[in-house]
């Protein structure tokens, strides 16, 4: 099994930063590409970034210049980081990460999601 805990939530005034951080821990074998999304009122889950096994990062169209994601193999941790942030980031933001564990190959996991409030 694999846990994801999220921390780094909370409510900002417009322009201001936050930092996402996402730990995993468990019977993980390898951790593969890691990333973090966002969903709003609807179903639907956008992607904001990902980040792979090399450092390459893919970053929304609404979010480059303003977020960065990196990762510490390591610790096994993601972060992301929300610079000059608007109301329009409003939602509550998962960290995915896939992982091969001793029991399964690799498949992705989801955090329990953290709130980002953008506003006045």
């Known amino acids: ?4 805990v999220e921390s780094g939530g909370g409510l900002v005034q417009p322009g201001g930063s936050l930092t996402l951080s ?3 821990s468990g019977s993980i074998l390898n951790v593969g590409t890691m990333g973090w999304y966002r969903q709003g ?3 639907q889950r956008d992607r904001v970034a ?3 096994t090399g450092g390459g990062a893919v970053y ?3 979010v480059k ?9 390591a610790k096994k941790t993601v972060v992301l980081q929300l610079n000059n942030l608007k ?5 509550v933001y998962y960290c995915n990460v896939d992982a091969r564990t001793a029991f399964a190959g690799f498949r992705a996991y989801w ?10």
Request: charged share 20%; aromatic share 2%; net charge negative.
């Open 65 to 73: 210049g303003r977020f960065t994601i990196s990762r510490d193999d």
């Open 60 to 62: 929304a169209d609404s």
């Open 1 to 4: 099994q694999v846990q994801l």
């Open 87 to 91: 109301p329009e980031d409003t939602d």
């Open 50 to 52: 990902t980040i792979n």
């Open 111 to 120: 955090g329990q999601g953290t709130q980002v409030t953008v506003s006045e």
């Open 41 to 43: 009122p609807g179903p």
């Open 22 to 24: 996402c730990a995993a």
